[in-house]
């Protein structure tokens, strides 16, 4: 065991996959001199140089391009987007043509890239810099959506995500880069698709992805302290989705909050709510309850942004007054 | 074999051409010199004092200094008329300055006030001010050479003679969005200017090693059928000059202009970045090619007395040590502030 922080995770995930298979090649802006403009890539040039970690131009699309060539021809690349806003300008690779070569070609040509990307906010960069767009990727079928919330899993989904066959999309979340976790010894390899569940209660169940995940786990102690029991369900994988996780506790909580970062339209507790509705109807004992950044555009002034985004005390009077 | 032509992290220095002498007797009136220096004035005591507020955490978030490259945006303050265009990028406070905007409200909106200029909705990022002609200051790289293009074509279909101009860095000549803008201006013959700030550097990697060529956006212009300036980007009456020609051409009808002006930042990209990968000698050799005392000196060579100078420099320090304090003391947005201008009806509903 070992202490890291969620930026060097970064790092020791994509290292442990170069280490492992030298068809994984890793390109982005400020990726390899500078190590990252997170300082979360630090070493991997000096460690496998310039021929697999490679500074781009400021080109999106040519960065996922050639992730996709490569992808489609032997390599397995991890691309870096710098900030996820950015996806916007290179969202025809993701949309049109990463996510459907398998289906266009029948299963002929895949495409095993990984692209991270910067998500979310709280670091006052305003409306262009602090998106959560894992929503906008979760709407591509085609495309698999990963979230991390700890140093260990971003390894272990890392690891998870590079050996898929598949074209994943695997957000980091900025605010969580000074954040500690233990992570095991040894190699690290997560599985996609699995929810986790962080903390058993039974007064309901607690969804909540990246950033929120914390928050969700100081809402959850003090709600205990109020003598309320939740069972709070870190997400950790959108696409696929562990609905088994979700509607086994809920089946046992029979209520059920998401806590989201993404602005509240489509986000994705609106998907998950529908499945619980429609398939763990029987089990609810109320209504369904989505915590969500309002359906706004991020402000920079540090009060605003902070009103609009989910925190510990939001879930837990929500909560709280939800229960009764 | 790297995949580019240059070696990493062991790039050559490029260190700048000595400042052009003669330019002294450019025929530009003295009166416009005059605004030159006290704009350019006001942009690095402007962005110094921002640095000292960041270093005494006054501003959370980021922010781009433009320390060292103050010419440009007060050159093209000075050569636009109120009504012309101005896009710039997130590195815009000097731009949005030169236009005329004050110190306060650009201090107020990066300590997050309500009287930050958009209200503390946008940050250090996103200066506005459409009444100045400042169209705005854009994060994603790119985008706004394309909008720029919808200003100057709007000015054309409205019959006026407004140009738009976007400022933009060495790195964004390598996004898609930048061919697009310059082959659609040079089409259309729109009444845009494109001016590239090359810095050398984009965030942390030089521009030589993810670039072919050596003038990042005036080598492409040929492609696109256009001639371009590259002038000393350090010296505000080469930057006026070109500016004064291009706004000179796009008002007449006479299509779009690239100009590459050379210049550097004296810190970092952003925040507290010591900007440590750039080469000691190259470092040393463009902060002794700082446009502010060389300019000083042109004009006292020129005639103009050392207490005119001190004079102006003297005013624009108390107008900012003013805004300071006006900005520290405003009051945070409202809370309700959240909920509004998502819509043109001021508000954000979108259910009923
Ligand atoms: C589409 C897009 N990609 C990447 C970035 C991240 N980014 C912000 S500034 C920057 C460097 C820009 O360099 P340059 O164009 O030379 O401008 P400078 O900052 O030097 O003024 C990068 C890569 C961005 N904002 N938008
Ligand atoms: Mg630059």
């Given at each position: 065991m070992a202490e890291l922080t969620y930026r060097e995770a970064v790092a020791v995930g994509i290292a442990q996959e170069m280490r492992r298979d030298p068809a994984v090649v890793f390109l982005g802006e400020d990726v390899a001199g500078a190590g990252g403009v997170f300082k979360t890539t630090s070493g991997l040039l000096e460690e496998f140089g310039p021929d697999r970690v490679v500074d781009t131009p400021i080109s999106e699309q040519a960065i996922l391009g050639a992730a996709m060539g490569a992808a489609m021809t032997g390599l397995r690349p991890i691309a870096e987007i710098m900030f996820s806003d950015f996806f916007a300008v290179c969202w025809d690779f993701v949309a049109n043509e990463i996510a459907k070569m398998s289906y266009m070609t029948d299963g002929m040509v895949g495409c095993p890239l990984v692209i991270r990307s910067g998500n979310g906010a709280g670091l006052r960069f305003g409306a262009q810099h602090s998106q959560s767009i894992e929503n906008w990727a979760m709407a591509v079928p085609g495309i698999k959506v990963v979230a991390p919330s700890t140093p260990a899993d971003?390894?272990?989904?890392?690891?998870?995500?590079?050996?898929?066959?598949?074209?994943?999309?695997l957000f980091e979340h900025k605010a969580l880069y000074p954040t500690k976790g233990e992570?095991?010894?040894?190699?690290?390899?997560?599985?996609?698709?699995?929810?986790?569940?962080?903390?058993?209660?039974?007064?309901?169940?607690?969804?909540?992805?990246?950033?929120?995940?914390?928050?969700?786990?100081?809402?959850?102690?003090?709600?205990?302290?109020?003598?309320?029991?939740?069972?709070?369900?870190?997400?950790?994988?959108?696409?696929?989705?562990?609905?088994?996780?979700?509607?086994?506790?809920?089946?046992?909580?029979?209520?059920?909050?998401?806590?989201?970062?993404?602005?509240?339209?489509?986000?994705?507790?609106?998907?998950?709510?529908?499945?619980?509705?429609?398939?763990?109807?029987?089990?609810?004992?109320?209504?369904?309850?989505?915590?969500?950044?309002?359906?706004?555009?991020?402000?920079?002034?540090?009060?605003?942004?902070?009103?609009?985004?989910?925190?510990a005390d939001r879930i837990a009077v929500t909560i709280k007054a939800t229960l009764g | 074999m790297p995949l580019s032509g240059a070696g990493y992290g062991e790039h050559q220095a490029v260190l700048p051409q000595p400042f052009d002498e003669s330019l002294k007797d450019a025929p530009i009136d003295l009166d416009v010199r005059i605004e030159l220096f006290r704009k350019q004035h006001q942009i690095r005591q402007l962005e110094k004092r921002i640095y000292d507020l960041f270093l005494q955490g006054f501003v959370r978030g980021?922010?781009?200094?433009?320390?060292?490259?103050?010419?440009?945006?007060?050159?093209?303050?000075?050569?636009?008329?109120?009504?012309?265009?101005?896009?710039?990028?997130?590195?815009?406070?000097?731009?949005?300055?030169?236009?005329?905007?004050?110190?306060?409200?650009?201090?107020?909106?990066?300590?997050?006030?309500?009287?930050?200029?958009?209200?503390?909705?946008?940050?250090?990022?996103?200066?506005?001010?459409?009444?100045?002609?400042?169209?705005?200051?854009?994060?994603?790289?790119?985008?706004?050479?394309?909008?720029?293009?919808?200003?100057?074509?709007?000015?054309?279909?409205?019959?006026?003679?407004?140009?738009?101009v976007a400022f933009f860095g060495d790195g964004a000549t390598n996004i898609g969005a930048f061919h697009e803008a310059v082959n659609y201006a040079a089409n259309y013959r729109l009444g845009t200017i494109f001016v590239c700030e090359n810095n050398l550097y984009m965030e942390y990697t030089p521009i030589s090693e993810v670039t072919p060529v050596t003038h990042p956006a005036a080598d492409r212009a040929p492609a696109y059928g256009m001639d371009a300036t590259v002038v000393d980007g350090n010296d505000a009456d080469a930057v006026y000059l070109a500016a004064r020609a291009a706004i000179e051409r796009a008002r007449s009808g006479g299509g779009p202009s690239i100009i590459e002006a050379k210049t550097y930042r004296h810190g970092g990209h952003s925040r507290a970045d010591p900007g440590q990968y750039r080469p000691d000698d190259e470092v040393q050799a463009w902060l002794e090619h700082d446009p502010i005392p060389m300019y000083h000196q042109r004009l006292l060579d020129l005639g103009v007395g050392e207490d005119r100078l001190a004079e102006i420099s003297g005013e624009v320090a108390a107008e900012i040590d003013r805004a300071t304090e006006a900005a520290k003391s405003a009051p945070e947005p409202a809370a309700e502030e959240l909920w509004t201008n998502v819509w043109a009806d001021g508000g954000s509903q979108w259910r009923n």
């Open positions: 971003l390894i272990g989904l890392t690891a998870a995500s590079v050996r898929d066959p598949d074209p994943v999309l992570v095991p010894d040894g190699e690290i390899v997560d599985e996609l698709g699995t929810a986790r569940v962080l903390r058993h209660g039974s007064d309901a169940t607690v969804v909540a992805l990246a950033l929120m995940v914390p928050r969700a786990l100081e809402a959850a102690e003090r709600l205990a302290a109020d003598g309320i029991e939740v069972t709070v369900i870190d997400v950790r994988s959108l696409v696929p989705l562990d609905t088994a996780t979700i509607l086994d506790s809920v089946s046992q909580t029979s209520r059920l909050f998401t806590v989201e970062e993404n602005p509240r339209l489509c986000g994705w507790g609106a998907e998950i709510s529908s499945i619980v509705g429609e398939e763990g109807f029987w089990d609810l004992d109320g209504p369904i309850v989505r915590i969500t950044t309002p359906h706004l555009p991020l402000a920079s002034a540090p009060n605003l942004e902070d009103l609009a985004l989910p925190d | 980021t922010s781009h200094l433009s320390i060292g490259m103050e010419a440009i945006g007060a050159a093209f303050g000075a050569a636009l008329r109120p009504h012309d265009y101005s896009f710039a990028t997130y590195r815009g406070h000097g731009h949005t300055a030169a236009r005329g905007v004050g110190p306060e409200p650009i201090i107020a909106e990066l300590l997050g006030k309500a009287t930050g200029l958009v209200g503390g909705k946008g940050g250090s990022m996103h200066l506005a001010s459409a009444e100045q002609g400042m169209m705005g200051c854009y994060a994603i790289i790119g985008a706004h050479l394309c909008i720029a293009n919808g200003a100057a074509w709007s000015a054309r279909v409205r019959g006026t003679d407004q140009v738009a």
